[in-house]
């Protein structure tokens, strides 16, 4: 898949993390934007390389002025790429507020044996076969939110998710990743949908997909860069869905070294959900997962599937 959009995130949920894509994927531009937010920081920022991570401490982010659209502390879906070329994203509305809605999953409540959903999200791009094949060998559940561009170019994998019925839950993660927001916003340089009908088309071009490759109804969405308006949450719900949140930030879209993500989700507690990306096997995050995965195992982890317990979700993602 090449992705031609450029993109990075700032992350500030331990420190402000600016986020490079492959040095291809950025030019002039974005290092002018990075060299703009250090001098408006007061703090140096030193340019990571490719997948890697340029870090600020905590103490200078509260000099941040609070931005229109937060690059909020979640920032789960960094993994994302604008359908087709370098499209400039329309600058978003004044009063536009987007959410980043959290999830749990009702807790286990027995000592040492915490509940966790592990969800991933199949972007776009391949299939990571060091989660995938944990995942299988130790007969693992989890929820696997897919995109209508991912199931056309993995079906091997797909067939090992459909013949793991027991293990693989699969929900609508839209049909070209294109972020559920029904006004034009631009999230981590990537043009939002820009209208109810194309929030709409976004979802049902997801679930058609699905149902199309042999997959059974979703009933969970997830859209691209896991941020909404509250009324493209309103709609999607009529839809019919549910809204997928999450309560740990596994991968930071896939963008983490696999050490951290190791530590984030192997952290994670009882009742917790955690999001990570299954889709980029030359990500660093990707071994991290699945050594986290076995960390929790070991652990006497209870993994569960969002189909098979009660959640809770704020910002009117499930009620
Ligand atoms: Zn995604």
Same mark, same amino acid.
């Given at each position: 898949m090449r992705r031609t959009g450029r993109k990075f995130a700032v992350e500030a949920a331990d420190a402000i993390t600016i986020r490079l894509p492959p040095s291809e994927l950025y030019g002039p531009a974005i290092m002018k934007n990075l060299v703009l937010a250090s001098a408006l920081l007061l703090a140096p920022v030193s340019m990571a390389a490719a997948g890697q991570t340029a870090t600020i401490q905590p103490v200078v982010a509260a000099t941040m002025p609070a931005p229109v659209v937060a690059p909020s502390s979640g920032s789960g879906t960094a993994n994302a790429a604008p359908k087709s070329g370098p499209k400039a994203a329309p600058k978003q509305a004044p009063s536009m507020k987007l959410v980043e809605p959290h999830?749990?999953?009702?807790?286990?409540?027995?000592?040492?044996?915490a509940r966790v959903a592990l969800t991933f999200d199949a972007c776009m791009g391949k299939a990571d076969e060091r989660i995938l094949s944990v995942l299988v060998a130790e007969r693992i559940p989890a929820t696997i939110f897919?995109?209508?561009?991912?199931?056309?170019?993995? /079906? #091997? %994998?797909?067939?090992?998710?459909?013949?793991? /019925?027991?293990?693989?839950?699969?929900? !609508?993660? $839209? #049909? !070209?990743?294109?972020? %559920?927001?029904?006004?034009?916003v631009s999230i981590y340089g990537i043009a939002s949908a820009g209208s109810p009908e194309a929030v709409r088309l976004e979802v049902q071009g997801g679930a058609?997909?699905?149902?199309?490759?042999?997959? /059974? %109804? /979703?009933?969970?969405?997830?859209?691209?860069?896991?941020?909404?308006d509250l009324s493209a949450i309103a709609q999607i719900r009529a839809m019919g869905y549910r809204i997928a949140g999450y309560s740990v930030n596994? @991968? =930071?879209?896939?963008?983490? $070294?696999?050490?951290?993500?190791?530590?984030?989700?192997?952290?994670?507690?009882? =009742? @917790?959900?955690?999001?990570?990306?299954? !889709?980029q096997p030359t990500h660093a995050a990707g071994e991290g997962v699945a050594k986290a995965i076995l960390d929790l195992k070991a652990r006497g982890t209870q993994f569960v599937r969002l189909q098979d317990v009660e959640d809770s979700g704020d910002d009117d993602t499930t009620e």
């Open positions: 999830l749990r999953v009702a807790r286990s409540d027995i000592k040492g044996h897919v995109t209508a561009r991912w199931l056309k170019h993995n /079906p #091997q %994998a797909l067939q090992v998710m459909l013949a793991n /019925p027991d293990l693989f839950e699969l929900e !609508n993660h $839209g #049909q !070209n990743h294109i972020p %559920a927001v029904d006004k034009p058609d997909a699905m149902l199309a490759s042999g997959i /059974p %109804a /979703p009933r969970w969405f997830r859209g691209s860069t896991a941020k909404y596994g @991968d =930071g879209g896939s963008l983490l $070294g696999a050490a951290i993500t190791e530590k984030r989700i192997s952290s994670a507690r009882d =009742g @917790d959900v955690v999001i990570s990306h299954i !889709n």
